[in-house]
C-alpha cells in the first residue's frame, strides 16, 4: 500500500508559476513510477506527466510539453511537478498517481494508488 499527499496548490495569475509536491509513505517510493493527472470541471482526467523509477525517465502531454517538469526525490519519498508558464486552461484538480512497475505510464487506468487532489486555477 502506498499513501500519496498532494500539496502546493493554489491561485495564480496567468504567465506564473506553481510546484505541486506529492508526499508518499508505505512501500518503497523508488520501486513505483510515479504520475501526475488533472481534472478539470466536467471533463475527463487527464494525463500529465509521468516519471519511471530514475530520473531520466520521463514522459509529458503535448499540452504541458516545454512549461511543466516532473521530477522525483526518492530519498524523501516526494514527487514534484514544477509549471511554469501557466494558462487558464491548466485550471483543474491535479492527482498524482503511483503504479509498482518500472514504466512510463500515460493511462489512469494503469496507476495503483491516487492522492486525494490539490486544486490549481490560473487567472486571466
Known amino acids: 500500500q502506498v499513501q500519496l499527499v498532494e500539496s502546493g496548490g493554489g491561485l495564480v495569475q496567468a504567465g506564473g508559476s506553481l510546484t505541486l509536491s506529492c508526499a508518499a509513505s508505505?512501500?518503497?517510493?523508488?520501486?513505483?513510477?510515479m504520475g501526475w493527472f488533472r481534472q478539470a470541471p466536467g471533463k475527463e482526467r487527464e494525463f500529465v506527466a509521468a516519471i519511471g523509477w530514475t530520473r531520466s525517465s520521463t514522459y509529458y502531454a503535448d499540452s504541458v510539453k516545454g512549461r511543466f517538469t516532473i521530477s522525483r526525490d526518492n530519498a524523501k519519498n516526494t514527487l514534484l511537478l514544477q509549471m511554469n508558464s501557466l494558462k487558464p486552461e491548466d485550471t483543474a484538480v491535479y492527482y498524482c498517481?503511483?503504479?509498482?512497475?518500472?514504466?512510463?505510464?500515460?493511462?489512469?487506468?494503469?496507476?495503483?494508488?491516487w492522492g486525494q487532489g490539490t486544486q490549481v486555477t490560473v487567472s486571466s
Open positions: 508505505g512501500r518503497t517510493f523508488s520501486r513505483y513510477a
Open positions: 498517481a503511483a503504479v509498482g512497475r518500472p514504466v512510463v505510464l500515460n493511462t489512469a487506468g494503469a496507476y495503483e494508488y
